[in-house]
């Protein structure tokens, strides 16, 4: 889901884009010094290959039907620091030249599909990657990187005061779970295909040896996940609770003033309060993301 | 394709297509940012912001009504979420949204529509966006039509075979899989030919990015002046 | 005379796969343009990679003397020029100029006077009025020559052409054929095409499963082997 301009509120893009700029940065150094000396080329025709990818239909319910979105493939082939750059720069030509995505919101956008899609992608395939469960693994990093992308697009729009009602979050959720399946089932066919054509393009995950360290990512994962999901959901279900109590008009309250329902009360309303409760909110899950950043830059190094 | 149009409207000449990338880029931005942050309902406001954008599409000599269509690209994001809001019994703000987000894009096609993108590269160079990425962006650029039309011939085979890949059945995920995968071959041996290509032409690592040439007066002038009219009109 | 080119008893093969060039003896003189002819898959395209050091096998490469060795890669790849068979894999850069000028700034001209070397190879190609194109806008025989242009900017010694007139057609195929005879450089022409074959060179020789099988003077080595296009022509409807 890529979000246009004029949706996300100053604090939300803003800091979104703190958090991305840093570490696409990141990635593109890690990126330019791995060890294949055809990076350059190679990385660039890969995001003109997901262009092409994204026209292949595959069928999903009667009259609608989905398409790779490739995340998860890229991070299983090229590693997820190449596969960070390749989907930036997928965004970036999506918002440039297509007006598929804000510019001001592309942080944000950088944010949940290329960092978290990439890295949740990815850590399945870390994770249990080798061996017996490999399939498995391929095919729940695509399921989780287009979930978590698509959640957490809805969360930064519920933010910025978006109005959403329950129902529609819910067939919204519904949806993009249908749409993780299926990027799941895909990924797993290709990876599958590439097997048979040229098994040396499927990266060797490179695993922590610890199963304790497994589980503990493995359910922080899942739990960030299913916590999302139930977070763009939920408040939805307090406020038409509020409203059936005859407590307010909640609705009228989060349009003039996004975000309060996570405001900090003792603050001065207004603009002040919102980028305060904004960028709490947006710090905390950057820090989350760093945080698995330099876990995993860390393993590499060791 | 219908990205084409939008190329040839970048190479036209006119005084806002003969402007540096990097006075065209702020300017947009200024104006994205004045738009974005513009409370609801305040229609006189966005009246004026949509002079400001169609003062910019007649200087460039650009369709008008051809640049209005691009710009409908944000109406389906828009018409859901507007829909939603009207639900929820706020029509004045669904609207709102809805010409903010159309204005946004507005402005970013009059950006694509006066600077082709290898310029726009370097005027984000200037900006401080690591090369690596750009080099890879405009690589990205460069081969994303050829690659696409790769993609398209497979799906016209596929469709003339009697399929294609909206197959109902099992067969169907499958032969699509296969497709994927086959593009994904093709990619990775362009990729080598490419740097084999690079190699031959005493390519060492370094890959040449041109700089943009000078920041002149009349960049500075753009710059400035469509920072103020979106600041005037903001804060108006 | 000291042959620009030489290579003795060279043989290669990909990874673990069958041996493509098993023994190729080849050598090309100053001023000498000889045409490379065989059947597709014969290994034609592995051996032009070997003459720039792309590719690496057993035996001897010597290029104006120096053998294809790491150190002498650079000074190689300034002498050798090889205009690749698909022309969108050679132009990679935004713009015909752009691209022109990628050969000169990799050899370490500042930028005018590289900007100078690429218009000149553009102006030799016919290419100026088109230097600020992108690639994608150009038709097959404008690619081919914008491609040529980016090669001749580093003012090779030596030109390879690995099979220039595919997509290519005939007014296409002759306007090439005119600029090469126009062009100095001693050159290796790969071609299926006979009629483009004898119009720019005048010795042939011929692979066949990774070795040079017979050579000769093009015209003669051509109709010896019947390597031609001619079939008999269609018989009118009765
Ligand atoms: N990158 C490669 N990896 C493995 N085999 C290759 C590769 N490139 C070419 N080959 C094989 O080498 C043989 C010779 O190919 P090539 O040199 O392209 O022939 P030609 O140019 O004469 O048509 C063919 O059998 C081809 O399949
Ligand atoms: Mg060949």
């Given at each position: ?6 949706f ?15 570490l ?34 595959f ?10 979105f ?6 299983c ?15 970036a ?52 990187s ?51 054509l ?10 922590p ?10 359910a ?33 309250i989060l ?48 | ?12 000449e ?9 006075a ?10 004045a ?19 169609l ?14 269509l ?5 109406l ?23 010409v903010k ?31 690596f ?29 009697g ?7 099992r067969?169907g ?12 071959a ?26 943009p040439?000078?920041?002149?007066l ?13 600041a005037?009109?903001?804060l108006? | ?35 490379l002819l ?26 104006c ?10 000074s190689?790849?300034?002498k ?6 698909d ?8 713009t ?13 001209l ?32 404008e ?31 002759r ?7 126009r ?7 790969v ?24 050579e ?13 296009e ?9």
């Amino acid at each position: 889901m890529h979000i246009p301009d004029g949706f996300l509120t100053v604090p939300v893009w803003a800091g979104l884009a703190a958090v991305s700029v840093p570490l696409v940065g990141v990635a593109a150094r890690r990126a330019q010094g791995e060890a294949e000396e055809n990076r350059i080329p190679l990385l660039g025709v890969m995001g003109a290959f997901v262009f092409g990818a994204q026209m292949v239909n595959f069928p999903l319910a009667p009259g609608t039907s989905g398409h790779l979105f490739g995340g998860a493939l890229l991070a299983c082939t090229l590693g997820p620091a190449s596969a960070v750059v390749v989907m930036t720069a997928v965004l970036a030509i999506q918002a440039l030249v297509f007006q598929d995505g804000g510019v001001l919101a592309l942080g944000a956008n950088v944010f949940n599909m290329a960092l978290v899609g990439v890295v949740a992608g990815y850590l399945p395939y870390w994770l249990w990657g080798q061996g017996a469960g490999r399939d498995l693994a391929v095919a729940t990093g695509g399921f989780l990187s287009v979930m978590a992308s698509a959640t957490l697009a809805l969360t930064e729009l519920r933010l910025s005061g978006v109005v959403i009602p329950p129902a529609a979050l819910w067939l919204a959720l519904g949806v993009f779970a249908l749409n993780a399946v299926a990027e799941g089932l895909i990924t797993l066919l290709v990876v599958r295909s590439l097997d048979r054509l040229h098994p040396g393009w499927i990266r060797r995950a490179d695993a922590p040896r610890s199963a304790a360290v497994k589980t503990v990512l493995g359910a922080s994962v899942a739990l960030a996940v299913i916590g999302l999901a139930v977070a763009s959901a939920a408040p939805d279900g307090l406020d038409r609770l509020a409203e059936e109590l005859g407590i307010s008009d909640r609705s009228r309250i989060l349009w003039e003033t996004p975000l309060s329902d996570y405001q900090a009360r003792f603050l001065p309303p207004g603009w002040l309060q919102q980028a305060a409760a904004g960028l709490a909110g947006i710090s905390l899950a950057g820090a989350c993301v760093a945080a698995v950043a330099k876990l995993l830059s860390r393993r590499r190094s060791a | 394709m219908r990205h084409l149009v939008l190329e040839d409207w970048s190479r036209k000449e006119s005084w806002l297509h003969a402007r540096d990338p990097r006075a065209k880029l702020m300017a947009a931005v200024a104006l994205l940012l004045a738009i974005g942050t513009s409370p609801a309902g305040s229609p006189s406001r966005l009246a004026g912001y949509a002079l400001l954008l169609l003062a910019g599409v007649i200087i460039a000599d650009l369709p008008v009504r051809g640049v209005w269509l691009r710009a409908c690209v944000v109406l389906p994001f828009a018409g859901v979420f507007g829909v939603l809001a009207w639900l929820a019994g706020e029509p004045g703000r669904a609207a709102a949204v809805g010409v903010k987000s159309y204005l946004s894009a507005w402005t970013l096609v009059l950006l694509a529509a006066t600077t082709p993108l290898p310029a726009l590269l370097r005027g984000l160079a200037s900006f401080g966006v690591p090369r690596f990425l750009l080099i890879v962006i405009q690589l990205l650029y460069r081969y994303l039509f050829v690659i696409a039309e790769q993609a398209h011939h497979m799906r016209l085979a596929a469709a003339s075979r009697g399929g294609g890949f909206r197959l109902r059945s099992r067969q169907g995920w499958r032969a699509g899989a296969g497709a994927v995968a086959t593009l994904f071959a093709r990619s990775h041996a362009r990729a080598e030919a490419i740097h084999r290509a690079m190699l031959a032409r005493g390519y060492r690592g370094e890959f040449p990015l041109a700089s943009p040439p000078r920041f002149g007066l009349g960049d500075a002038l753009l710059s400035l002046w469509a920072s103020a009219a979106a600041a005037a009109l903001r804060l108006a | 005379m000291e042959p620009l080119i030489e290579v003795q008893g060279l043989h290669f093969r990909y990874d673990s796969g069958p041996e493509v060039l098993r023994g190729v003896n080849f050598r090309l003189f100053p001023g000498e343009s000889v045409a490379l002819l065989g059947p597709n898959g014969s290994g034609k395209t592995t051996f032009v990679l070997h003459l720039n050091g792309l590719l690496r096998g057993e035996g001897l490469v010597r290029v104006c003397g120096l053998p294809t060795r790491p150190e002498h890669l650079p000074s190689i790849r300034r002498k050798v020029g090889i205009l690749f068979q698909d022309p969108d894999e050679q132009l990679f850069m935004p713009t015909v100029l752009e691209d022109a000028a990628f050969g000169p700034l990799n050899l370490g001209l500042d930028p005018p006077r590289a900007l100078h070397a690429a218009q000149e190879a553009l102006a030799l190609t016919g290419m100026s009025a088109a230097w600020h194109k992108a690639p994608y806008h150009l038709s097959a025989g404008e690619k081919r020559r914008a491609a040529l242009a980016g090669v001749l900017a580093m003012r090779p010694e030596i030109l390879v052409l690995d099979e220039p007139t595919t997509y290519l057609d005939p007014p296409g195929r002759r306007e090439l054929a005119d600029l090469l005879r126009r062009l100095p450089q001693a050159k290796l022409v790969v071609t299926h095409d006979a009629t483009f074959a004898c119009a720019t060179t005048t010795r042939a020789v011929f692979f066949r499963e990774g070795r040079i099988e017979s050579e000769g003077p093009t015209a003669e080595l051509i109709r010896r082997l019947g390597w031609d296009e001619r079939l008999p022509p269609a018989e009118p409807a009765p």
